[in-house]
């Protein structure tokens, strides 16, 4: 199955932007790379997605290497908000006689200082 | 929308007992899982459901059992409690497509002793 690998944790200054990488070396032609970030005490809650092409939502950015190994999740303007485990997952199709399996990993945990 | 809610928010039980974990959803979600979360674990999938009535073992069901009995709730069971699941437990759904969004309850917090 198709793993992510992600830095444990990234500093940040507030205002200004974040880049949260993410390696899939092993991602198949039918994962999507999903984001979904943490804040303390709650559920994890979904930030974007893509399959190939670079999206853009009012949350974030997401930024997908032309070869599909990498991504990288780009957060504008990083406020205290924003301080958060970020999972970069890949979600396919349930295998035959299998199950769907969603690895979130532990994350990346990202502080932004004041 | 109240989304997804979990019941209960705390639970500390001990070895052997017995208890269940009710999920509800008002999306009108076909998808819902449950996950457990340890420290330096990320999230596991325990269970899923693609649909009312289905069920289907994910990353770690062992231990666990779990129902689909109405499309809006998923309940997830502990019939002998260990302190190995001593965990913060999460449910999620969504309407099932690969491309869409899992929305998190707010997580049970149970301590097995």
């Known amino acids: 199955d198709a793993k992510t690998t992600q830095p444990n944790s990234m500093e940040s200054n507030e205002e200004e932007p974040v880049h949260l990488p993410c390696n899939h070396s092993?991602?198949?032609?039918?994962?999507?790379i999903h984001w979904y970030r943490q804040l303390p005490s709650q559920g994890p809650e979904y930030v974007i997605h893509g399959l190939t092409s670079n999206v853009n939502n009012r949350m974030a950015s997401l930024a997908i290497a032309e070869d599909r190994k990498s991504s990288t999740l780009i957060l504008h303007r990083a406020t205290l908000r924003d301080a958060a485990v970020y999972y970069c997952i890949l979600r396919d199709s349930p295998r035959s006689g299998g199950y769907q399996k969603v690895t979130f990993g532990i994350g990346t945990k990202l502080q932004v200082i004041p | 929308n109240a989304g997804v809610t979990q019941t209960p928010k705390f639970r500390v039980l001990k070895t052997g007992q017995s208890m269940t974990l009710l999920c509800a959803q008002d999306?009108?979600?076909?998808?819902m899982y449950w996950y457990r979360q340890d420290p330096g674990m990320g999230l596991r999938l325990i269970h899923y459901s693609v649909g009312e009535g289905t069920t289907a073992k994910g990353e770690v069901p062992d231990g666990y059992n779990v129902s689909r009995l109405k499309k809006q709730n998923f309940l997830l069971g502990l019939e002998s409690a260990a302190p190995s699941q001593t965990s913060v437990y999460f449910c999620?759904?969504?309407?099932?497509?690969?491309?869409?969004?899992?929305?998190f309850g707010p997580g049970t917090r149970l301590t097995v002793l």
């Open positions: 092993t991602i198949s032609g039918t994962d999507y």
């Open positions: 999306m009108n979600h076909e998808y």
């Open positions: 999620a759904s969504s309407l099932g497509q690969i491309w869409n969004e899992q929305f």
